[in-house]
């Protein structure tokens, strides 16, 4: 210990003399600055009376009243002791920190008053991104394993009365407004806080996963806390650390802004441009983003063989698309993972062969954690799977559901079901996994005792509660290991994996590339539409438009090119038979294929998407629209605009991020120029559209004047 304390002495007194930088961080023997240039915090370091509190932070522009002076910073539990930035703490050193992404900041190790917990915390900011990311490192000190609880990375507490009163918080992706105390779900990956009265507020950014994922604003106390489930919550966190071993939290972001009216400037820009450039998700490294997806779900289910296929590769290649998914059907059983020879008699390889041959990427549908008890996987290892409250193995992806149990991450599983998915990638020339089916907890049942696994024999977890941070854990690395195989490879991480309907978050983002997020069925024509448009509303622009896989709409519907122009707001992607098509309307279809193509080609509108300025919601009786303009370069990209049972038969448009110096041409599909403009003129003036149909819509090419 004697050591510990002269190594502190040392490193504050040359702190003390000299200071210590680097980009944004800044140390002296008693607090630690962060700044970019855009957002400034000050920690009060414990070398004084033991604590670890933020006293400041705010934009370096302007007023910023909305925190305590002294916030806790963090706070989390240890065998149900309580341990908090307010605690008594002795600093042991400060080191510069950095990540992959252009990240800088510090790392702050400490010692807890009871000598049981050695803290790190951890944060990084960006180049000019008002974001300050962070996380905590608890290192197991005692001769035992403890066990990790309640854990708040974030803590900030506000004043009495204005902020709680005057604040509307907007959950689900930022979207949904609130009044009063909330307590954040598996939804929240992000939350904005926001002070219409001071036109303040604070961005809440949650990478924790799934279920385990918890943002709290004034909900027990007038705090505001972000990170991982309580232990009181329906799906608790829970990590039994070792003795002298560590565990890092998933990481959270915020950001705090001023001089804004709404919130949505922060939603278009700050938050995008982070996510994009600086989380690291997995979008961002694909050299080629899919731009038109086909997939065999409907209308033939699991009724696929190879003579099938292969017509509806030829006809799909006709239409233009660019990757070719085949679903559920084409295995033998659910665990083996075997083909069914009876129904591809040459097995997989030649028609994926003939799918390339066409010009597509083969993608395939496999169920990552389900195996059939009749399955020569579950008969000759039934301890790797998941077992309920009484001991029974389950399926967590229908509970009572005897035909396949969900296998458990945390056993052999692991490897076997890694074998069998770098085989299909490897060896059979797959470009594209749509995998599917709970490994946690259901999107279909309102039990949360049905979920993880209560096994005290599994390896990879102690008991039920650790379960499910390390069955999400476990899944992530997986991902990783098959993209170190196959860089290019594209998830679809599907919703009925990450346990929740709809479910999307920045946990699957930096681990697959997107995620299959509905089953619209039986609603042709414009009610498909206004569900497509509505969920890439409500996703994005928190979360990447191009992650966001909505099914299904279908080939041969007849209202088909208006499914088309609703999905190139988020990742276009089709069902349905496109046999049925007339030559016409193949022809038809390749000219929206290979007109997405060439947006991607000109302007990577794949990488972006923002709000159409004064196109809310879409709804019924309402206009809708989005933009997707490329903000790195303001060299342009596309605009959709939509009818959706308005009176109103033409609306004023304006286009905002473009250069507004340039001189932009707003152009239909076909190449006609509809206006000329610059673009402050765009964002200010804009231009008439008329939609006759009462329930219609079109799209445009904005681009730079020649």
Known sequence: MKKTILLSILILTATEIYGVINNYAKWTKTELILCNGLVRRTIKLPTVDGSFVTISYKPIAGDFGYFSYSCSDFQFEVNDVVYSGKGRWELLKIQVADDSNNGSGATVTMLSSDKKIELTVKFLMYPNSPAIRKSLIVKNLTEDPIRLESVDVEKFEVPDYYPVTYSWIYHDYGRRRYIGNYDGGKQDALIIVHDMNTEQGIVLGNEATGVMKHTSVFYETQDICLGLTHKNAPFPFRKWIEKGESFETPQVFTMVYNHQKTPDEMLNTSVPDFVRKYMGIRLSELKEKPTFVYNTWEPFYKNINEKLVMELAKAAADAGMKEFVIDDGWQDNYGDWGIDYKKFPGGLKPVFDYIKSLGMKPGLWVSIGSASPESKAYKAHPEWFVLDRNGTPTSLHAPGDKEKYTACFGTGWYDYIKGILLKLSLDSGLEYFKLDFAVVTSAYTYDHTQSGCYSTKHAGHKDHNESLYTNYERLWQLFDELHAAKPELFIDCTFET?????????????????????????????????????????RSPAIPATSLVIGNPQMQDKDWETHIKSIAGALPIILGDPRKLSATDLKKYRGYADWLQKMERNYSIMNFRQDLPGFGEPMEGMWDGFQRINTDTKSGGIIGIFRHGSVETKRIVTVRYLDPEKTYEVKEIDGKVVTSLTGKELNEKGFTVELPGLYSGNLYEICVKQ
């Open 498 to 538: 990450m346990g929740g309907t709809q479910l999307i978050d920045y946990a699957l983002l930096k681990h697959a590339e997107g995620d299959w997020l509905s089953n619209f069925e039986g609603a042709a024509g414009e009610k498909t539409d206004i569900r497509i448009r509505n969920m890439a509303w409500w």
